[in-house]
Structure formats: C-alpha cells, structure tokens
C-alpha cells in the first residue's frame, strides 16, 4: 500500500492534520487508529439511557486563538458555555479557582478585592525562587487554603506531593481578586452544538481520508510506503522504550446514572479532601440536554492504564529529552500532540500545534 502520508491516531491532533491534508493539500491520507472510534480523547457518545456523556472525563472547549476557534468553528457550532466548578471544603461546596467569593464563603466575610488582597497577602508565604507546584500555590494563597484546596488534590491526581511537580501544574488555577468565578476567562468557550464526535466526523469527512480503526500501527506500517508520517501516540512505544518508559497518568472513570434529573449544584464538584476520586462531573450541566435521569462521572486516578496525562516533573522531563534527540534526526516521521509530544495540553493548543506543523510541512 503506497500513501503520501499516514497519521497514527484520530485523537484531534491526527484528525487536524488528517482533514488538512485531505483539504488543503488534495492529498489522499491514511489514519490508523487503535481504539474502535474516532476522536481520541474528546469522543463522547449517548450512553444506554440516551444521556450524551464524554467518555474520556469532562471536556470543555476554551480558548484565545481565534484562528483555532475559527478554524474548529467550521465543523461544528457551539453552545455557549461559561464552565463551573465547586470545590467540597468543610463540608462546604465553595467556587473554584479561588476567588472573592471562595474567600467570603470560605472564611464568611465579606472582603472587597482589595480587602482579599491584602487578606492573601498576609497569608502568602515569601518564597524567593518559585521551583514546584507547592511554591506556587504558598507564594499565592499560604499555608491554609494550600491545605484545604491544593495539597491533597493534588497528591491524589498525580500520585505526588506538589512540592515534586512543575510549577505548570497548580499554575493552571488562578486566582482572581474578583467576583468571576468561571473555571476559564478565554474569549472562546463552549460545547459542540452536537457533541464532540460529530465534530470529529465532520473533520474526518473527506473521501481523501482513509480511517483504519482497530489498529495498532505497528501491526500494518511495515506494509505501507509513505513520504511522511505523523506520529500521535506515546514516544516511548514509537521508540521501543529505548530510554525506559514515560510515565502517564492515568484514570479510572466510573459512569452512574441517576433516576433523579438533578444531582449536582454544578457540572463539576472537586474533591479535594474525601474520597479517592477527584471530581464528579454531571454531563447534563455541560451539555445542556434535557433528561428524566442524570449520568455522572468519577475520576478514579491511577498509575498504570491509558496513558492520559504526561507526567509533569524534572525527571521525566530530562528522560523526555533524551526522546527528543531521536525525534529531531527523523525525516519522515513529525511527532504530535499530547502524548507524542509529552505536554500537558489543552485541546486548542493541540490543534495550535497541529496547523503550525501543518504550515511547516508545506513549506
Ligand atoms: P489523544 O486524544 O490521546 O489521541 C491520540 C490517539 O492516538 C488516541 O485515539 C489513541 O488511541 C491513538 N493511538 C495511540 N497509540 C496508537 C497506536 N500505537 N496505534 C494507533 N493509534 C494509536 N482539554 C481541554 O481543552 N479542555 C478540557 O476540559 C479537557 N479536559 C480533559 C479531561 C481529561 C480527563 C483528560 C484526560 C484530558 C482533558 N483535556 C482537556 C485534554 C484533551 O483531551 C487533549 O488535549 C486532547 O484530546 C489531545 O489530543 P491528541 O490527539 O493529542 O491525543
Ligand atoms: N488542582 C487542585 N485542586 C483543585 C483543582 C485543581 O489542587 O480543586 C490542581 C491539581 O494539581 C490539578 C491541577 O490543579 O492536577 C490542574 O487542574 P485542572 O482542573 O486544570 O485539571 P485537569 O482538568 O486538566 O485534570
């Protein structure tokens, strides 16, 4: 079998690059895919009781790349969304990220901003170089609130004390000296008007694009010619663990239906200090749709299994860079998104990713 080019993964990294290829260039393209649907980790379906649920955990689209927004927006039309997320602390659910209202109902005060800023300041422990994750929530909100809202979230989500991970992760909340308290303040939010899937289906759309599911890569590609290949799976395995295995994290979801139409006061409720899952998600309250019952999700994290986040500390990083040098003497081979490129990414800047590939493969 001859192809120009081949992209392993239809996860939105693979299908960017695919529907480009397809589209822009004219070409024919082959997408291998090991799972038996399309989507990777933005697939959702409609469960036994006809609830649209993200399979993968909840997935929210935000961003301020108005060419990424643009560029999905021709496949799909949104729901507008402003996403939020209560956290359970005392018993209490209060808003996430921290912000006026966390503080007032947390502390029942009720502060101005420049009260909370001050107020934070006084709790702020002075750190000179900001190193870990646990630098970053201290420096920002002390010892306190670190406690109750960062500390044992993330010891359970990663496995880790902060004070090992990379400042990127607990850098991913802000806090806010206002009333504001949606979980992201990107120009562009929302949900796909039809769910995620059909988004993909309509990148994937091209008679151009040929989808082999149910495949291992490894078990066709000896049998394929190509000029260029897009890789999107784990560098490890491309690489035959050459330098040992990257860590990922991983998670175990369990799905329960209600025979209720409400079950939570938000789409998602943080557990930071109970339970051995992080967070239920109510998919109702992100989709919008309309149902007698409600299906939940719970986030079980854990070590082994689907690699779904790449691990964000120094060690893995330096491991990764050994990778790196491998990947940069590859001519026919570019390596993309989340897991090929071992980065804590966003869905929009995956597809950021993918269209500067895009450009440079085109020269
Ligand atoms: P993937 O979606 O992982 O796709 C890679 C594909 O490659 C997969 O389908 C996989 O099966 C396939 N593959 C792997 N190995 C092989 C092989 N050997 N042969 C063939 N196929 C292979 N982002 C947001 O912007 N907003 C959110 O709210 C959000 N929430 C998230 C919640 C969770 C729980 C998780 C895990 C991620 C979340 N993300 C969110 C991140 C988002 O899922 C990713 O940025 C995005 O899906 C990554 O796309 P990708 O194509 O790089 O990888
Ligand atoms: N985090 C936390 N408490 C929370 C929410 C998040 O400590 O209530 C930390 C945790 O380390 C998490 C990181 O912030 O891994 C990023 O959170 P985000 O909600 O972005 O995680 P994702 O949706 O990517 O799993």
Redesign the pocket.
């Known amino acids: 079998m001859k192809y120009e080019y081949v992209v392993v993964g239809a996860g939105i990294a693979g299908l960017t690059m695919a529907e480009r290829i397809a589209n822009v260039l004219g070409k024919k393209v082959l997408v291998i895919e090991k799972r038996n649907h399309i989507g990777g980790n933005i697939y959702d379906s409609y469960n036994e009781d006809g609830i649209l649920i993200h399979n993968y955990g909840p997935h929210i689209f935000h961003t301020n790349d108005k060419e990424v927004y643009d560029y999905l927006s021709r496949f799909t039309k949104w729901n507008d969304f402003w996403h939020r997320?209560l956290?359970c602390v005392d018993g209490n659910l209060i808003p996430?990220p921290i912000t006026l209202e966390t503080i007032n109902a947390l502390y029942h005060t009720d502060f101005t901003p420049e009260q909370m800023e001050q107020f934070l300041k006084e709790k702020a422990v002075d750190i000179p170089e900001i190193k870990t994750?646990k630098d970053v929530a201290l420096s920002k909100v002390g010892e306190e609130i670190y406690e109750k809202?960062?500390?044992n979230?993330?010891k359970k989500?990663?496995g880790l004390d902060?004070a090992l991970?990379d400042t990127s992760?607990?850098s991913?909340?802000p806090v806010r000296y206002n009333r504001d308290t949606r979980y992201f303040t990107d120009r562009y939010q929302g949900m796909p008007k039809h769910g995620y899937t059909k988004m993909c289906e309509a990148m994937a759309a091209s008679p151009n694009i040929r989808l082999l599911l149910n495949t291992d890569y490894k078990e066709v590609i000896e049998d394929i010619s190509y000029d260029m290949l897009i890789y999107t799976g784990p560098t490890d395995y491309f690489y035959d663990y050459r330098y040992g295995k990257m860590a990922y994290r991983s998670l175990d979801f369990v799905f329960e239906t209600h025979d209720t139409e409400e079950y939570q006061p938000a789409p998602v409720v943080?557990y930071?200090n109970d339970y051995d899952f992080t967070r239920i998600t109510e998919f109702k309250k992100l989709t919008g749709q309309k149902h007698a019952k409600t299906t939940i999700l719970k986030e079980f994290p854990k070590g082994e299994g689907e690699p779904y986040?790449p691990f964000p500390t120094k060690e893995y990083r330096e491991q990764f860079a050994r990778y790196q040098e491998e990947m940069k003497k590859e001519t026919k081979v570019r390596f993309l998104g989340r897991l090929a490129e071992y980065r804590?990414y966003n869905m929009d800047a995956v597809v950021r990713s993918a269209l500067n590939l895009f450009e440079s493969l085109r020269g």
């Open positions: 997320v956290t996430m994750s809202f960062f500390e979230y993330t989500q990663w902060p991970i992760v607990i991913r909340i943080n930071p986040y804590y």
